[in-house]
């Protein structure tokens, strides 16, 4: 290690590593830093940080540093973990060797109770994180097998499609996304069963009692109800094994033939609230026009509730990672994933209604942009709002995507709040197909 060196600047390269790319808080090392001193705001900012990932969808961690000296890494809005005490170089290498957070949404709490201004003789070598997993293997006697794939954010976050993309092409079985998981498959294709997690039945539609054998991988248990995947026939494959599950198959089997679709059950319910171009907007009207809009390079994000329903059950991307609604409620998330995207010269769609619009903690992430002077455009979704037709919202969605370098069109330093008028109630036939909602509430 070159001369000079210190804890601190090992905790800082360890901390690129894991994809940081600034400290929300007090500054650490040469990382990048944003001054925060609600230390509140601090840990939102970092939570929705790594959550909304790369710009392909690859996971990292956000940080915020803290009064202790604490660090908080984290992808998982809300999210808490047990504080724990580092006191020396070789511990803290050990706990950043494979943290939570990286391919389900987690958080890690690390109290940095050591010198970090300590020089460093030679770089500490974790002992663990290096483990390989036994590669399972799926035998080709159970191609005749009705196989299904329910899939979640950790195969969006560990950059695991292509390899579940093969898997699904071999096995001719379809992909159920939870809805952490949007965009692993084409709207229209024969493999994309839909969207579940959301509603009460939508992974019944999906098809998920009607698989011989579910294969998980990558969930997030805050996506699913507790017990749901009793008394069903499951495997559960990490994300990055799953190219390698069906090596023995053949490339390419058969296509899912009348296989159940959360698409096609939903389909004849959405597809008039899609065409619907009155104002107020429908749910589904306002979130297909979010999916036209966005660059390749965007991403929407929403909050969880009325507004954060719509945006999941309704969008259809294909890229995934481009849609982001996180599995729990915390309030102001969406302006602050709309702070970072800004920050990174990402172009955002943000989305909250009405009660999101006037939380304090929205507010105050308001407030805290402007003082950095990083601008950012926030749709509000609800009864409020002058547009005249669905043409309007378009229009609008230009102004607010702004170019990708950050610096937004909003007119001015200040965020800006645009009032959509929206109608964000579920209509009677669609909870009679899928039931009631059931995301961001208690899964116990």
């Known amino acids: 290690m070159a001369d000079g060196r210190t804890v601190e600047d090992l905790l800082a390269a360890r901390l690129r590593r894991l994809g940081v790319r600034r400290t929300y808080g007090s ?44 660090l908080h890494l984290s992808s998982s809005p809300g999210g808490t973990a047990p504080l724990q005490t580092i006191g020396s170089a070789e511990e803290l290498v050990e706990a950043l060797a494979d943290p939570p957070g990286l391919s389900v949404p987690g958080t890690l709490a ?78 229209d294709s024969p493999y994309h069963a839909g969207v579940g997690g959301l509603q009460t039945r939508d992974l019944h539609l999906g098809g998920l009692d009607d698989a011989d054998l579910v294969i998980t991988t990558g969930l997030d248990p805050a996506e699913l109800s507790s017990g749901r995947l009793d008394r069903l026939v499951v495997q559960d494959v990490p994300p990055r094994q799953l190219g390698a599950l069906l090596r023995d198959w053949p490339a390419r089997g058969p296509e899912p033939q009348d296989r159940p679709s959360v698409r096609g059950a939903l ?56 849609v982001c609604v996180p599995a729990t409620a915390e309030p102001g998330f969406a302006a602050a994933a709309a702070v970072v995207a800004a920050l990174d010269g990402r172009p955002c769609l943000a989305v909250t209604d009405e009660a999101g619009a006037d939380h304090p903690v929205t507010r105050a992430l308001g407030d805290l942009a402007a003082g950095l002077g990083v601008r950012f455009g926030m749709q509000v979704w609800g009864a409020v709002g002058s547009m005249a037709s669905a043409d309007d919202h378009v229009e609008l969605l230009g102004e607010l995507i702004g170019p990708a370098d950050g610096t937004g069109t909003t007119g001015s330093s200040a965020p800006r709040f645009a009032p959509v008028p929206v109608d964000l109630s579920i209509p009677d036939e669609l909870v009679e197909r899928a039931g009631e909602v059931v995301a961001w509430v208690d899964r116990a």
């Open 267 to 322: 389909g004849p319910v959405l597809a008039p609230l899609w065409e619907a171009d009155g104002a107020p907007l429908s749910g589904a009207r306002a979130a297909l026009h979010l999916a036209g809009a966005l660059p390749d390079d965007g991403v929407v994000v929403a909050d969880p509730g009325p507004a954060g329903f719509w945006v999941a059950r309704a969008t259809p991307s294909s890229f995934p990672g481009s």
């Open 110 to 187: 690390l109290h940095l109770d050591l010198d970090l201004h300590e020089p460093l003789d030679a770089e500490p070598v974790p002992e663990s994180g290096g483990d390989r997993s036994v590669v399972l293997l799926l035998d080709p006697s159970l191609a005749g097998m009705r196989i299904l794939v329910l899939a979640g954010p950790g195969v969006v976050r560990t950059y695991s499609h292509v390899g579940l993309r093969d898997l699904s092409r071999a096995a001719g079985a379809p992909i159920l996304a939870t809805y952490g998981a949007i965009g692993l498959e084409r709207w």
């Open 27 to 70: 500054a650490l090392g040469d990382l990048d830093h944003v001054p925060v001193d609600d230390p509140d705001l601090a840990v939102l900012l970092a939570d929705a940080d790594g959550r909304i990932g790369h710009v392909d969808g690859s996971g990292r961690l956000g940080a915020a540093t803290l009064a202790g000296p604490i």
